[in-house]
């Protein structure tokens, strides 16, 4: 039996280089921070802030069969490094929780439709383009708690895979229908954020299983 053919796609939409080097900075960011309120060296901070900030991209890398996206990148290792150094000598009060969650908010969308976009120019099925939009927003950040001994994202209520999830979708909508790639980017960007946003703001959770008699 013959598969029917892929519809043609176009071009994978760059994320604006600007957007790129932020959302990597800011992953990085987190990452050196959580090592920075565990006491820890400057290797361990460098570590991990290289490791939350290429983590889900290099993952869905792997996954999809794409070249590892920040191994002949000239910019993305010293910009992990660049936010240790920054952790490392910065005043504590300088890092709002708060704002960081906004700010993490912000690269958890961005990177979600980046990942879902660059598995449909891979030709994965739109579904498993989902999937690899969420793994690009998330995996870094549950790979940095799995290392640090915190709790992971995924074991808490709070709303946050599923914002990557609904920028992910999103992203995969406009694709299919044939969207501008600028508003593709920013509704489905848009989206995802406000919904984090929202989340970080009311303190909005998802409703936790409970045991049935």
Known sequence: MISPAMPSLPPMP?????????????????????????????????????????????????LIGAPVFWMRDPFT??????????????????WSPRLLAFADAAGLAAY??????????????????????????????IIRDIIAGQPSILMRHEIYVTAAALSATLAAVGWFIGLPLAVLWIIA?????????????????????????
């Open 189 to 213: 960007t848009g989206a995802g954020f406000a919904l984090r946003g929202a989340a970080i703001h009311w303190s909005l959770a998802l409703p936790a299983y409970k045991t049935k008699p």
């Open 77 to 94: 290792a010293p910009i992990c490094l660049a936010m240790a150094f920054l952790v490392w000598f910065a005043p504590d009060r300088w």
């Open 112 to 141: 979600a439709v980046l990942g879902t976009v660059k598995a449909l120019r891979f030709d994965l099925p739109p579904a498993t383009a989902i999937l690899m939009g969420i793994v690009t927003g998330c995996v870094g950040g």
């Open 14 to 62: 760059p994320m604006p280089p600007i957007l790129d080097i932020v959302g990597i900075a800011i992953f990085a960011l987190s990452g050196a921070i959580v090592a920075a309120r565990e006491k820890q060296t400057f290797v361990t901070m460098a570590f991990f802030a290289l490791i939350t900030g290429v983590g889900g991209g290099t993952v869905r890398d792997i």
